[in-house]
Nanobody
């Protein structure tokens, strides 16, 4: 069973930065596409960034140029570097793992990011 544990959330002022981490365990990390999603109060969960097993990255338009997703296959960890944060980035951020073949998907417990002065 895949386990995902997020960390790095917190309170930050507008314009500030945070780096989220997601530790993966259970299976072969390199065989999973890794993504970050977020869900703000009253809104649907949305894809923020994705890092495929082949190295392709995708970003939501709202975070392009500000957020960077990366993964370290030796540490079994995926990161989300978030810069120039705005109050609109306030949400619970979830780590997601999708197996390279099929529909197996796993979620972390989420980490709260609050951008406020």
């Amino acid at each position: 069973q895949v386990q995902l544990v997020e960390s790095g959330g917190g309170l930050v002022q507008p314009g500030g930065s945070l780096r989220l981490s997601c530790a993966f365990s259970g299976f072969v990390f390199s065989r999973y596409h890794m993504s970050w999603y977020r869900q703000a109060p009253g809104k649907e969960r949305e894809l923020v960034a994705r890092f495929s097993t082949t190295g392709i990255t995708n970003y939501a338009d709202s975070v392009k140029g500000r957020f960077t997703i990366s993964r370290d296959n030796t540490l079994n960890t995926v990161y989300l570097q978030m810069n120039s944060l705005t109050p609109e980035d306030t949400a619970v951020y979830y780590c997601n793992a999708q197996f390279i073949v099929g529909t197996n998907v796993y979620w972390g417990q989420g980490t709260q990011v609050t951008v406020s002065s």
